[in-house]
Every structure is written in C-alpha cells, then in structure tokens.
C-alpha cells in the first residue's frame, strides 16, 4: 500500500533538517509522524475491500499530478495562519512527495513481468521497518505499534481544505480522510500480518471471486513478507538503469540520495516561512531537470 514506512523513516530523519523555531516545543511523537507519512496513500485505502465502490475523488493522485499548485497553496495558508503544526505539516507533504518520486524510479528500475510494482513495494517496506525496528514486519499489528487515532486533525484539515477545493474544485477534506484513515486502521490491524500464512489462500480467493476491478490491487499484495528478496535491495552494488542514466546504488545508498535532496527542499522552505513568502527558489528548484537525474550524475 505505497512506501509509508519509507517516508515514515525520511520524515524522522529530516526534522534535524528543519527550522528548529517549526519543531521546538512542538510534541513530534512516531505516532505523529507515521499519521503524516500515510497522508500521501489516502486514496489507496478509500473503500478499501469494496469492490464495487470506486474513489471518485483520488486526492493523492491529483495531487501528485498538480503539486507544484497545491503546494504554493498550502505554503501559504500556514503562512497566514502563522500556525507552527501547519508549517511542519507542510515539510511532511513536500518530503512525502519527494519520496514518491524517487522510490517510484527505484521500483521502476527493477520492476520486471515476475516481480510486479505491489511486490517491490512489500520488500522495500519491509527492509526498512525489520532493519530499523529490530522486527518483523509480517508478524506486527502496525496499527497498535503505531497509532493511538487514525484521523488528521482539525489543524490539519484547515490547512488542507481551502487549497484542494481551489486547486481542484471540489470540496471533500474531512469526510474523505476520516474514511480513509479509518480504512487505514483496518488494513494495518487485520489484513498486512499472517504469522501463519494463513490468509494467502483466503485473500486468493476473495481475488479470484470477487476482486476483478481495474487497477484495483489484490488482496494477496497486502501481506508483508517473511523472507526479503535481496536482488531487488541491491546489496552487491550491481549495476542497473536509474530512468535512463547507469548506476550501483544499493537500498541504503539511495536512501542518503533521499535524504540530501529532502535537506535542499527543507531548507528553501526555511526560507520561505522566516522570509516574506518567497517563491523563487521553490520555483527555480521545480524548473530544474528530473530530480534523480540530476542526483545521478
């Protein structure tokens, strides 16, 4: 269900990265930070089992198509509102989109007709989480190590809200989030574990029965896996095609490669909060060539 994890672990690496006046007396706990990192996989968890209800709104995906706009909107309601929750929500949304970016490139480059998107994703994801928290992701229930709450806030809704409805003219802010957090809860409390295996067969089946729509992911890529896939982590530095440049990264390279462009954009928006609303450097930075191009070289 995209790379929560991922962006959970860039996110709390980068707050070394911002204005300590955004994050001093600010009470930043890990069930913050991983509410945020799942903001960007919304969508994915909207009508979560339903198979015949279909997310008319698709938020995440829009924004990913419009950022740039949606972005300089947001920057600018938490600059008016002068709220610092608002601002730091803001860091988390321009890293989580960076993350994307990136990890998209990465899952591309290995991406082959056996070892499908959903695949890759479950074995980055749970690299990170077993290397980081000393255990295994198949066997933990992710909403109790986590969460208290699955729901935005009401400072985060009225960041959000104002920005979507002029960037996309619709109004859906706190509805749509309640439902897909609430869907999040579900699908971290009984649908991403099996200690047994057990569910394999029985995701196969809701699948084979019931679960046929169209970009739709299958029941059977919500488990995590016991065993890692260490080709797809690239440990042994081989060689392969990043878009259209070559090159050696392992996992853990390419994560430093994350983490040195989320500092460039924490710190143009460092800029922007204790300057006077400047836009030209998140501008200039948006004109430039494709970000992990430009990393490559």
């Known amino acids: ?35 945020y990192a799942l903001f960007y996989d919304a969508e994915e968890f909207y009508k979560l ?25 947001i920057l600018h309601m938490a600059y008016v509102h002068a709220s610092l929750e608002e601002q730091l929500f803001c860091y988390y949304i321009f890293i989580s989109y960076i993350v994307n970016l990136y990890i998209s490139d ?39 190590y986590f969460f208290d709450s699955f729901e935005l806030s009401q400072t ?24 897909c957090y609430q869907s999040a809860r579900f699908y971290y409390d009984y649908l991403s574990r099996s200690k047994t295996g057990l569910k394999k067969p029985l995701f196969f089946l809701y699948d084979l029965l019931l679960n046929h729509r169209k970009n739709k992911k299958k029941a059977r890529s919500f488990l995590y896996p016991k065993r890692l896939d260490t080709t797809i982590l690239n440990l042994n ?25 989320v500092r460039r954009i924490c710190d143009i928006l460092n800029s922007y909060f204790t300057g006077n609303e400047n836009l030209k450097p998140l501008e200039k930075y ?12």
């Open 1 to 35: 269900m995209g790379y929560p994890f991922i962006r959970y672990y860039v996110i709390k690496d980068a707050l070394r990265f911002i204005n300590t006046n955004i994050t001093y007396m600010q009470d930043i706990s890990n069930t913050m930070l991983f509410k």
């Open 49 to 73: 089992m339903s198979f015949h209800k279909i997310d008319s709104y698709q938020i995440s995906s829009k924004i990913k198509n419009n950022f740039l706009p949606f972005l300089k909107e």
């Open 106 to 144: 990465y899952i591309d480059a290995f991406h082959t007709k056996k070892k499908d998107k959903a695949y890759i994703e479950r074995m980055l994801e749970t690299y990170f989480f077993n290397k980081n928290e000393k255990l295994k992701l198949h066997s933990i229930n992710v909403a109790d």
């Open 156 to 179: 985060d809704i009225n960041l959000l809200e104002k920005p979507i409805k002029r960037v996309f003219g619709f109004f859906c802010t706190k509805n749509y989030y309640l439902e």
């Open 237 to 261: 530095n081989r060689s392969y095609m990043l878009q259209d440049l070559e090159v050696t990264y392992s996992i853990d390279e390419f994560y430093q490669v994350i983490l040195k462009e």
């Open 286 to 297: 948006f004109s430039k060539e494709p970000i992990t191009k430009k990393e490559a070289k």
